[in-house]
């Protein structure tokens, strides 16, 4: 008996030497938003999935609109973003397997302190967003088909407004959400960002204040502000796809584990969350 565990031990460790499998390292690709890379998130968790898994997480951050896109090629296991109808399209349409919740935060409107169009603490984002139009105050949009700019887009719309990008106050940049605060910053302009990613910059953004959304989400007032994440794996159909792995990745990312740690990130230094968790398991926990 003593001889044949000795005999699986050692089969145990040569077998994966032999067949050289072990030692091909495990990359997943990432395809995300600007917003989880800018804010810090993404550092601060996925070292433990990258450990967990002995595995390495190649993270492509673009506005959603192009993370759907690598999916939609194959060029990603996994999309991590925040456009929900598009999000249920991808999955519709079999380029997704099936999507998750992660998590949420919200949509802030920013800008200078003097505010021209007279914003400051309007309840409703399509409200400050016809008086910027009426003042004709200049007005940053990100303008590469992201989330944030689908959903600044919905809200022109529901204010009954079509942004005309040849007006001289409206500059569709063609831009992240970090390079978007910097020129709003800098040129005086207004723009839309989500929460988290403001709050992680705006010690580089002196020139700008939070005008509409309030100081927190607890204190916003407009529903449709609300922008929810979620995860998806690529559909292992289209080949190249390491399926097992963004799977893996899926069921860390939502587990209570992990949800706690994105609750937890922000806190200290900012005095609220960044992000909150939303998966099925932190609901159920």
Same mark, same amino acid.
């Given at each position: 008996?003593?001889?044949?565990?000795?005999?699986?031990?050692?089969?145990?460790?040569?077998?994966?030497?032999?067949?050289?499998?072990?030692?091909?390292?495990?990359?997943?690709?990432?395809?995300?938003?600007?917003?989880?890379?800018?804010?810090?998130? =993404?550092?601060?968790?996925?070292?433990?999935?990258?450990?967990?898994?002995?595995?390495?997480?190649?993270?492509?951050?673009? &506005?959603?609109?192009?993370?759907?896109?690598?999916?939609?090629? $194959?060029?990603?296991?996994?999309? =991590?973003?925040?456009?929900?109808? /598009?999000?249920?399209?991808?999955?519709?349409?079999?380029?997704?397997?099936?999507?998750?919740?992660?998590?949420?935060?919200?949509?802030?409107?920013?800008?200078?302190?003097?505010?021209?169009?007279?914003?400051? $603490?309007?309840?409703?984002?399509?409200?400050?967003?016809?008086?910027?139009?009426?003042?004709?105050?200049?007005?940053?949009?990100?303008?590469?088909?992201?989330?944030?700019?689908?959903?600044?887009?919905?809200?022109?719309?529901?204010?009954?407004?079509?942004?005309?990008?040849?007006?001289?106050?409206?500059?569709? @940049?063609?831009?992240?959400?970090?390079?978007?605060?910097?020129?709003?910053?800098?040129?005086?302009?207004?723009?839309?960002?989500? /929460?988290?990613?403001?709050?992680?910059?705006?010690?580089? @953004?002196?020139?700008? &204040?939070?005008?509409?959304? $309030?100081?927190?989400?607890?204190?916003?007032?407009?529903?449709? =502000?609300?922008?929810?994440?979620?995860?998806?794996?690529?559909?292992?159909?289209?080949?190249?796809?390491?399926?097992? =792995?963004?799977?893996?990745?899926?069921?860390?990312?939502?587990?209570?584990?992990?949800?706690?740690?994105?609750?937890?990130?922000?806190?200290?230094?900012? $005095?609220?969350?960044?992000?909150?968790?939303?998966?099925?398991?932190? /609901?159920? /926990?």
């Amino acid at each position: 008996m003593k001889r044949l565990l000795l005999l699986a031990l050692v089969l145990a460790l040569i077998t994966p030497a032999c067949s050289g499998a072990s030692d091909e390292p495990k990359t997943l690709r990432l395809a995300t938003t600007t917003s989880t890379y800018d804010s810090g998130l =993404l550092d601060a968790i996925l070292p433990d999935f990258e450990e967990q898994q002995s595995a390495t997480v190649d993270v492509v951050a673009v &506005g959603t609109g192009q993370a759907i896109a690598l999916g939609e090629a $194959g060029d990603a296991d996994v999309i =991590l973003v925040h456009a929900r109808s /598009r999000e249920d399209a991808f999955v519709e349409e079999g380029h997704g397997t099936a999507r998750y919740d992660v998590m949420y935060n919200d949509f802030v409107i920013v800008g200078p302190a003097d505010d021209p169009a007279g914003v400051a $603490g309007m309840a409703l984002a399509s409200d400050a967003l016809t008086a910027i139009a009426a003042a004709e105050a200049p007005f940053a949009s990100r303008g590469d088909d992201s989330g944030t700019h689908t959903k600044e887009l919905s809200l022109w719309a529901s204010a009954g407004i079509e942004p005309d990008f040849d007006a001289p106050w409206y500059d569709s @940049l063609g831009q992240g959400m970090g390079e978007t605060l910097t020129y709003a910053n800098e040129t005086g302009s207004y723009t839309m960002t989500d /929460r988290g990613t403001f709050l992680a910059q705006m010690a580089n @953004l002196p020139n700008l &204040g939070i005008l509409v959304g $309030g100081a927190s989400i607890a204190e916003n007032a407009d529903p449709a =502000l609300l922008n929810p994440y979620g995860v998806i794996p690529v559909n292992p159909e289209k080949g190249g796809i390491d399926a097992e =792995l963004a799977v893996a990745f899926v069921e860390w990312l939502t587990s209570v584990e992990t949800q706690a740690a994105i609750e937890a990130y922000g806190v200290e230094e900012y $005095g609220q969350p960044l992000f909150y968790p939303d998966s099925q398991a932190w /609901r159920d /926990r």
